[in-house]
């Protein structure tokens, strides 16, 4: 299947690891040109390095980017400069690092706001930045894909900065969705469930931390939690991401798509 993204321009969030590499590692082989970004020079510069070495694309296809989601003119920046390099902006994949776990006891008023800002706010910022740029090349296909979590369907014990930032992403991309789907911008979430990545990692030694379940048995528990009884991969949840991200999906807008393996139970 052609997905139709061939010399399209995309700018990924959160690309030096897990789903937001993955996601560019798809978006590259299907013949973008990709900014990546992350807070850290060395994070970043490593991940593109793995990249033009997995997909073998050219150098001056992958973009990588220093930038702190939180920041808005670091935002600013780093749209700016993948507009200079590459001439425009197709698609726009926002993603940001979890938040903690905790109870509600554990959290203060200084974690709920920083966790707002991470997933949140930086969402909506990223959107409103890059919308300019996405107008302008709407009549030859703009996407924007925010990455979420199936918290934000199924809220999760422990999650509770999860659960409630997650949610604010919903309704702000149904609201979206509405807003320049006349413009010819679809605008989906995706909701990854259990997915062997390193935040995986940490989140299954926090609640062993906090919990005293041993490490083995939390993840067993989450593979368990699925129709497929296994944790997914990142290849498969970027395949799903970077269908909905072309020209394929271009019907498709205003959506909350899991890729979960079944973990969510409810019927819609």
């Known amino acids: 299947m052609d997905l139709g993204l061939n010399g399209k321009t995309a700018f990924v969030a959160g690309a030096s690891s897990g789903l937001g590499r993955a996601i560019a590692k798809e978006l590259l082989q299907e013949g973008c040109r990709v900014a990546i970004c992350s807070r850290r020079q060395d994070r970043i510069h ?54 903690p776990t905790g109870l509600i006891d554990d959290l203060d008023a200084t974690t709920w706001r920083s966790a707002l800002e991470l997933n949140l706010i930086s969402t909506i910022n990223m959107c409103r930045i890059a919308l300019p740029a996405l107008r302008v090349s709407a009549a030859n296909h703009a996407s924007i894909l925010m990455v979420s979590s199936l918290s934000a369907k199924q809220p999760i014990t422990s999650l509770y900065l999860s659960n409630v930032s997650r949610a604010g992403v919903q309704g702000f991309a149904k609201g979206l969705s509405e807003e320049v789907g006349p413009e ?60 909905l991200l072309s020209a394929r999906a271009s019907f498709i807008t205003g959506q909350a798509v899991v890729v979960d393996g079944g973990a969510v139970k409810s019927i819609l």
Request: charged share 20%; aromatic share 6%; with cysteine.
């Open 46 to 99: 490593d991940a593109a390095l793995w990249l033009r070495e997995v997909t073998g694309c050219a150098v001056d296809h992958i973009l990588p980017l220093v930038c702190d989601v939180t920041k808005e003119q670091d935002i600013r920046h780093a749209i700016d400069k993948t507009i200079k390099a590459f001439g425009g902006l197709n698609l726009l994949v926002t993603n940001a690092g979890g938040p």
């Open 184 to 243: 010819g911008i679809t605008v989906n979430t995706i909701l990854p469930g259990y997915t062997k990545t390193d935040r995986l990692s940490h989140l299954s030694e926090s609640l062993n931390a906090q919990t005293g379940t041993p490490i083995d048995e939390i993840e067993a528990g989450w593979a368990a939690s699925s129709a497929l009884k296994r944790i997914g991969t990142e290849d498969e949840f970027a395949a799903a991401a970077t269908f």
